[in-house]
């Protein structure tokens, strides 16, 4: 089986070109595909490729990324001063300290140490030159996400197919009791006519007729067909794998409809058990689903 689930996570780093790259990747489900980077900001750059590689492993979940990269080479940089803002600031510190009467003034590290005095410019990165190295980084993490998920979805897909044996069970067992539902529908036909003292007026045709028109009204063979058709597709998605969640989810809505009509038609408790087991059995299934790729 090679059903995946969407839930994954994954890490993984890479060297080179004077850089050390660390990728994170955190997989949940969604129902579609949504893929979220952080990036610092000057490799903004990068996020639209970083998208672009992972909706290449993975077709479904919100895909969350997260990229650190520390520079190990010599990377030029640049201080430089905002003359304007250190004058500004010395004459804020005159001002001051005559208002609170303080001697003597502020030193050159004591302006220099204020914010935006002294500016660190670096090199801009190199976006091309790094990708290499994010990209090494970012396969490993979404090779560890997919291993991840498609261990989780064999394990979703043993379950489900466990569950949609136990469907199938209940369902034939309602089509075993549709005989018994019908001399049902017989025998309390019989006991009203009984009881309104009219046995004479009916001949047994007659009667026969009646109980064959009420079981037809109460027909549910075509939503049984129906069901093993559904359980036959869904078998052949789990075993087939791929994109299927989607599809599995309206499977299991159509069994959903089918079972809601045969609990609705059939007037017989043993057939209404039988039905409430099918809807829990279902609900498991379609919770299991919403995390299926």
Same mark, same amino acid.
């Given at each position: 089986?090679?059903?995946?689930?969407?839930?994954?996570?994954?890490?993984?780093?890479?060297?080179?070109?004077?850089?050390?790259?660390?990728?994170?990747?955190?997989?949940?489900?969604?129902?579609?595909?949504?893929?979220?980077?952080?990036?610092?900001?000057?490799?903004?750059?990068?996020?639209?490729?970083?998208?672009?590689?992972?909706?290449?492993?993975?077709?479904?979940?919100?895909?969350?990324?997260?990229?650190?990269?520390?520079?190990?080479?010599?990377?030029?940089?640049?201080?430089?001063?905002?003359?304007?803002?250190?004058?500004?600031?010395?004459?804020?510190?005159?001002?001051?300290?005559?208002?609170?009467?303080?001697?003597?003034?502020?030193?050159?590290?004591?302006?220099?140490? !204020?914010?935006?005095?002294? #500016? *660190? $410019? /670096?090199? =801009?990165?190199?976006?091309?030159?790094?990708? @290499?190295? &994010?990209? +090494?980084?970012?396969?490993?993490?979404?090779?560890?996400?997919?291993?991840?998920?498609?261990?989780?979805?064999?394990?979703?897909?043993?379950?489900? !197919?466990?569950?949609?044996? #136990? *469907? $199938? /069970?209940? =369902?034939?067992?309602?089509?075993?009791?549709? @005989?018994? &539902?019908? +001399?049902?529908?017989?025998?309390?036909?019989?006991?009203?006519?009984?009881?309104?003292?009219?046995?004479?007026?009916?001949?047994?045709?007659?009667?026969?007729?009646?109980?064959?028109?009420?079981? /037809?009204?109460?027909?549910?063979?075509?939503?049984?067909?129906?069901?093993?058709?559904?359980?036959?597709?869904?078998?052949?998605?789990?075993?087939?794998?791929?994109?299927?969640?989607?599809?599995?989810?309206?499977?299991?809505?159509?069994?959903?409809?089918?079972?809601?009509?045969?609990?609705?038609?059939?007037?017989?408790?043993?057939?209404?058990?039988?039905?409430?087991?099918?809807?829990?059995?279902?609900?498991?299934?379609?919770?299991?689903?919403?995390?299926?790729?």
């Amino acid at each position: 089986m090679k059903v995946n689930s969407m839930t994954g996570y994954g890490r993984d780093e890479a060297a080179a070109a004077g850089w050390k790259v660390v990728v994170e990747a955190r997989s949940v489900n969604h129902r579609f595909l949504e893929i979220v980077v952080r990036v610092p900001k000057d490799m903004l750059a990068l996020e639209e490729m970083m998208k672009r590689e992972v909706a290449a492993w993975v077709s479904r979940g919100r895909i969350d990324l997260f990229l650190s990269a520390v520079d190990e080479g010599d990377r030029p940089r640049r201080v430089s001063v905002d003359k304007g803002l250190a004058i500004a600031y010395d004459k804020c510190l005159k001002e001051l300290a005559d208002v609170l009467g303080y001697d003597g003034r502020a030193g050159l590290m004591d302006i220099a140490a !204020l914010p935006e005095v002294l #500016r *660190v $410019e /670096e090199q =801009a990165v190199d976006v091309e030159a790094l990708w @290499p190295v &994010v990209k +090494e980084a970012l396969a490993g993490a979404m090779r560890g996400i997919c291993e991840m998920r498609s261990a989780e979805g064999r394990n979703l897909a043993e379950d489900m !197919l466990g569950r949609l044996e #136990r *469907v $199938e /069970e209940l =369902a034939a067992q309602i089509d075993r009791r549709v @005989p018994a &539902v019908t +001399e049902g529908y017989r025998r309390h036909l019989l006991e009203r006519i009984e009881e309104l003292g009219a046995g004479a007026a009916l001949d047994s045709d007659r009667i026969e007729l009646e109980v064959a028109l009420l079981a /037809e009204r109460s027909n549910i063979t075509e939503e049984l067909v129906r069901i093993s058709s559904h359980t036959g597709q869904l078998r052949q998605c789990l075993e087939a794998g791929g994109t299927v969640g989607r599809k599995i989810e309206f499977i299991l809505q159509e069994i959903h409809r089918e079972v809601n009509t045969i609990g609705s038609k059939a007037a017989d408790s043993i057939i209404g058990n039988l039905v409430v087991e099918i809807k829990s059995e279902l609900e498991k299934m379609r919770e299991q689903a919403q995390n299926i790729e």
